[in-house]
C-alpha cells in the first residue's frame, strides 16, 4: 500500500512539473505552452504530490 501511494504521489508530482514547465514555455506542443495559468496549476499539482510523498512515508 506504501508503494502504491509513493507512486501516485510521484506521478502527480511529475505531471505537476510538466505542466509547470508548459505554463512557462519550455516545453512546447500544446495548448498549454507559453499560458502561465498553467504555470500556477503546475505549482499546486506539485504541492499536492509533495503532500502525498511526506503523507506517505509517515
Known amino acids: 500500500m506504501r508503494l502504491t501511494k509513493n507512486l501516485l504521489a ?17 516545453v512546447g506542443g500544446s495548448f498549454m505552452s507559453g499560458q502561465s495559468q498553467w504555470l500556477y496549476i503546475g505549482i499546486v499539482a506539485m504541492l499536492v504530490g509533495l503532500v502525498g510523498l511526506v503523507w506517505a512515508n509517515r
Not at 10 to 26: D, H, K
Open 10 to 26: 510521484l506521478i502527480v508530482l511529475a505531471i505537476g512539473a510538466l505542466w509547470s514547465l508548459q505554463g512557462v514555455g519550455v
